[in-house]
Antibody, heavy 120, light 108 residues
Framework: EVQLVQSGAEVKKPGESLKISCKGS????????IGWVRQMSGTGLEWMGI????????RYSPSFQGQVTISVDKSINTAYLQWSSLKASDTAMYYC?????????????WGQGTLVTVSS | DVQMTQSPSSLSASVGDRVTITCRAS??????LNWYQQKPGKAPKLLIY???NLQSGVPSRFSGSGSGTDFTLTISSLQPEDFATYYC??????????FGQGTKVEIK
């Protein structure tokens, strides 16, 4: 059974750093992309970026380039999303998802989400 | 970026109704259009990929059609568990795989 399990909710202060995780199981982790999607409270879905665990090829949405870092440790089937200096506007639910290797990069399996709250 | 516009933003329907949601892209995206369902407090779920392909395990009352710039998600007979928000997503040009703003399907 394909599963993506994300790390737990976080409460941080502005300016702090954070790294959240997404662990895949039940499939060949290195041969599917992993993507991250943001959902701010009451709003829609925003595609942040994706990473291919096989070679760490990473692609960011222009809106998130330079704002976050996506990484992976394929030895433990885990992808990461990190911030070096959080802002209140980073408060949101963050989902990871699995994307097939083909040109149509839809998300066929999703993690349960990690709620990040940034507040002074 | 390719802009995706869904209509309507919300709709009220009764169990058993046929429901149609449309999604328009700002430029041609061939058939690189996907549909997701999201229930409150839950992660989205893939329903349809590549415009018309039903994801495994998704009931056959869901169907998708279209190509180019205009796409449709149809629920042939609305069931109680279908009340949710539906999102389209283009994956013709990534990054980013732009999502539509969502259509909330509510109980009439």
């Amino acid at each position: 059974e394909v599963q993506l399990v994300q790390s737990g909710a976080e409460v941080k202060k502005p300016g702090e750093s954070l790294k959240i995780s997404c662990k895949g199981s039940g499939y060949s982790f290195s041969t599917y992309w992993i993507g991250w999607v943001r959902q701010m409270s009451g709003t829609g879905l925003e595609w942040m970026g994706i990473i291919y665990p096989g070679d760490s090829d990473t692609r960011y949405s222009p809106s998130f380039q330079g704002q976050v870092t996506i990484s992976v440790d394929k030895s433990i089937n885990t992808a990461y999303l990190q911030w070096s200096s959080l802002k209140a506007s980073d408060t949101a639910m963050y989902y990871c998802g699995r994307l097939p290797r083909g040109s149509n990069k839809y998300i066929d399996y999703w993690g349960q989400g990690t709620l990040v709250t940034v507040s002074s | 970026d390719v802009q995706m516009t869904q209509s309507p933003s919300s709709l009220s329907a009764s169990v058993g109704d046929r429901v149609t949601i449309t999604c328009r892209a700002s430029q041609s995206i061939n058939s690189n259009l996907n549909w997701y369902q999201q229930k409150p407090g839950k992660a989205p779920k893939l329903l349809i990929y590549a415009a018309s392909n039903l994801q495994s395990g998704v009931p056959s009352r869901f169907s998708g059609s279209g190509s180019g710039t205009d796409f449709t998600l149809t629920i042939s007979s609305l069931q109680p568990e279908d009340f949710a928000t539906y999102y389209c997503q283009q994956t013709y040009i990534t990054p980013p795989g732009t999502f539509g703003q969502g259509t909330k399907v509510e109980i009439k």
